[in-house]
């Protein structure tokens, strides 16, 4: 259900006007709000609207986005890594999203380290993790800091070094292997390291690390090399579709511009 609904007179509140509009009751309606899936246009600017009594003008236009089975899902839990203050880091677990949609952000680990985190605070996207991968991931806590973050990962400033396990023996590849094959149009530069071969060379584990951050790119550029991530369902072969992505981000290096110093995340396993 997608309602458009437009603000009529000052007393009236969101609640009422999307409970008429929709013939959804109050508790889904809250329910709807407190997941992301209401927003509030007033003039040119759109927010998600997540507070019932919130005041209304006359004039403004609230939307609602209503999609049951995306609203009852349940976000898989994140691990905190370091809470800095004005940024957190997390290990972001298969499933979980990098950003919401206008039908939601409940199961985003920005909404989730702004319900968890104490004391709480507003979230902020700095870069995006794929949903099916698993791994290291910043969130920010103002927007100065998102823009301060946003600008290191667009200057390249960040050092970012995932995992993959793919399909077939990568050793026949030179080491490191840099691709620089675009992406949709724009610079795409990955290397490839192998680090050891698995089941009897039918697997590969491999170092990654990437100097832009295009959407799938690491897993473009091996499933364009012929060597699939394993539990790819978009570009792999379909053989490996009961197994989780294998591809986690295991480390982020940057120079912090709250400590003004250099700092180094990692998973433990790594």
């Keep these: 259900m997608e309602l458009h609904v437009r603000v009529e007179s000052a007393d009236e509140n969101a609640l009422g006007l999307l409970q008429r509009a929709s013939g959804l009751s109050k508790q889904r309606i809250k329910l709807a709000m407190t997941q992301g899936a209401v927003w509030l246009t007033r003039g040119r600017h759109t927010q998600r609207l997540r ?25 898989p839990e994140p691990t905190l890594i370091a809470d800095v203050g004005k940024y957190s880091v ?25 319900r968890h985190l104490h004391p709480e605070r507003p979230g902020f996207t700095v870069h995006r993790l794929d949903r099916a991968a698993n791994g290291l991931i910043i969130v920010a806590h103002s927007k100065k800091m998102a823009a301060a973050l946003s600008e290191l990962f667009r200057k390249r400033e960040v050092e970012k070094s995932y995992r993959a396990l793919v399909a077939g023996d990568f050793s026949k590849h030179a080491k490191p292997l840099r691709v620089t094959q675009p992406i949709d149009g724009k610079e ?12 009897h060379g039918e697997q590969s584990l491999l170092d990654v690390r990437i100097e832009t951050g295009r959407k799938h790119q690491i897993r473009r550029h091996l499933a364009e090399l012929g ?44």
């Design 227 to 270: 060597h699939a991530v394993v539990g790819d369902r978009l570009y792999g072969t379909g053989e490996e579709d009961s197994v989780d992505l294998q591809l986690t981000a295991y480390r982020l290096a940057f120079h912090c511009p709250v400590g003004d110093e250099r700092v180094e995340y990692r998973l433990g396993s790594e």
């Design 51 to 75: 507070r019932a009594k919130r005041v209304l003008r006359a004039g403004d236009e609230v939307h609602l986005y209503y999609d049951a089975n995306i609203l009852a899902a349940v976000p």
């Design 188 to 199: 795409a530069i990955s290397e490839f390291s192998l680090l050891e071969l698995c089941k």
């Design 90 to 114: 997390w290990n972001k677990p298969y499933g979980l999203r990098s950003q919401g949609s206008k039908w939601g952000d409940h199961c985003t680990v920005v909404r989730w380290a702004e």
